[in-house]
């Protein structure tokens, strides 16, 4: 019955002649054969099998603790040939150690070392998502390769990033991991990732394998709920999600990671039909394909294994090469050879590709490549990547309200009051998932402002409340500062433990007792400034929606004091826009501003027209949209060039001259978006397909070019295949908030 399940999902996710495609693998060496000809069966499952590094745990718990064995077993184990991989641990010294117990063993296969690096190791960098509002590929490539320095320089090989899920509904908490909604961003900055983490030779003491993650399908869990089920057309897959993948894996990711979802039924890490006749035979990844944490063995929880051993089975067999953490490999592979229940070829296969993998990684040549005390001291935490940190910081705060310039601040002359649980904290500057960070290392909002100001004494700092309750007294000591004050800064919004993994929210609200301080301080009259914390986007109401000033921090890591003082002051144009779009409320999750046409929509100047597509306490728009953004400049854009006809399969070169009319020197974001009007399949009511930047001094102007992809008007027919269809294209080019232009081009 399940067999039969499989052939319908393949036939659905690859078409009729995909599944039919040979897969591919990477031709291994003469070392890699040889080796393979060596090892008994145990020693091939230790390969597949890798475990919580517990010889040099960071101290951080980031996954359910299971079957902990401590160093010293673990060690033991390493030396017998049955880990090939340790993961989550750091530093050079217990690194040294695992790799001299590798190198004792019968064999000598040295481990690799990886580690869920997603921004920053030591010095923690903003979340992914943040990262993201920068809109710029060679900024996330730049961050990526200073922060695979660093991880390097501390012992490890492989990050298991990045995430490349696009996210649709902003109540899923792994939002914070990825690159937003939208498909275009997503794939750029995968590419982008990629590269920097791994740069130009993966030999080099420096390289950082990448792991995009998580294949496939992840950000659609349903309700946004953690560890939820999935199911979704091929079309939907092949258009939304699968995109960033391929971009990832042409960049040259290593490796990937299964995701931890059932898909259509069948709990990916069981799904033959994605792990193999996709990723393997269409996609042509011969890469390794690592599970993640547990998932094997959670196959028997999902009620499509009926033990251990038939979960190790399935797992293998659908294309999983390295179970991580279960041990369900190395306990039950060789008996399931034995029996004839896994074909022996079927291991020596994923051998063969882990093996590879450590020799494309010079492990073989060097085992102690990025073990090195020297890098370490030299590199880590280093003037270079504190620096890079900031860069990334300052540029992916977002600015989404200004009512009467009232930003940039002056450095002088202003009583300040800085209110709210997140104006003098450091334990909630890092977000989630980060890795080897020390809070105590971070700078908060009150120093990096203390720093700047003309005179430190005028700023007043009261927290008003905790992040999820009330302190006592602690409204009316705000409201006293905010009396005393010219201007109030509120640093409100999410702690670090309420985005991220198993951090799904019902309502993505700003927490009730910071909503209740917002709005007593707003009732004082002083103008107020919202500093957002966040790990997604938020559903706003009341005092803090209606702020006069209103920036999207999110978790900026360690250099969140000084980036936000650096915009507050001017000192630095914000720049960033919104990868997520922030909704009017909760239940419209999930939403995204590419949403397809429906039949009834409703007209742009009656969005509550009844019997239109809204609901019915709110419309089908967000509070800010994808894309949203400002600065402390305006821009106009007119003369706008495109062809009338374009050939199918043929760039379409779009430009628009774009001034600054306003009185200081400012960076546009320039995009473009088209609209298919008439198609075999409904299309996105908009869609990015290309942007670029450009920066002014007041007055300036310049033509801005850009080009539209010939593949990007494509879409999945009905059987199943991509195509170009000809007809009329509607095309916008924007350069911040309510700055847009538009016309339209003919394919043929």
Known sequence: MLTSRRKLLSGALLGSTAALLPIVARAASVRVETLLSQMTLPEKAGQLSCFNDEIRPVGAVFNPVIDPRGGDAMLADIRAGRIGMLFNGYGVAGARRAQDAALASRLRIPLAFAADVLHGCRTIFPIPLAEAAAFDPNLSRRAARAVAVETTAGGLHWTFAPMVDVARDQRWGRVAEGAGEDVLLNQLLAAARVEGFQGPDLTRADALLATPKHFIGYGAVRGGMEYAAVDMSAAELRETFLPPFTAAFAAGAGATMASFT????????ANRPLLTDMLRGELRFDGVCVSDYDADRELIAHGVAADEADAARLAILAGIDMSM???LFVRHLPA????????HAAVDQAVRR?????????????PFRSIDRRAERRETGSVAIKQMAREVATRSIVLLRNDGDLLPLPRAGKRIALIGPFGADRANLNGPWSFAGNAGDGIDIATGLRAVLDDPALLVVEAGSAIGEPL?????????????????LLAIGEGADMSGEGNSRTDIVVPAAQQALAEAVAAIGKPIIVLLRHGRALALTGAVRDAPALLATWFLGEQTGPAIADILFGKVEPTGRLPVSFPIASGQQPW???RRSTGRPAPDSDPMAPGRSHWRDAPDRALYPFGSGMGYTRFALSALRLPGTV???AAVPVSVLVRNIGTRTGSALVRLDVHDRVASRTRPIRQMKAFARVTLAAGAEARVALTIDGDALALIASDGTRQIEPGRFDCWISAGDKTEIGSSFEVR
């Open 354 to 366: 882990v093996l590879t993998l450590k020799e494309r990684l010079g492990l073989f040549d060097d």
């Open 592 to 594: 995204s501003y590419d």
């Open 472 to 488: 006592p007294g602690g409204i009316e000591r705000a409201v006293a500062a905010a009396r005393a004050a010219d201007i109030v």
């Open 336 to 343: 399931l050879v034995a029996a004839g229940r896994v074909p």
């Open 647 to 649: 050939a199918a399969g």
């Open 262 to 269: 059932d898909f259509g039924g069948v709990p990916v890490s």
């Open 325 to 327: 953490q279960s041990g």
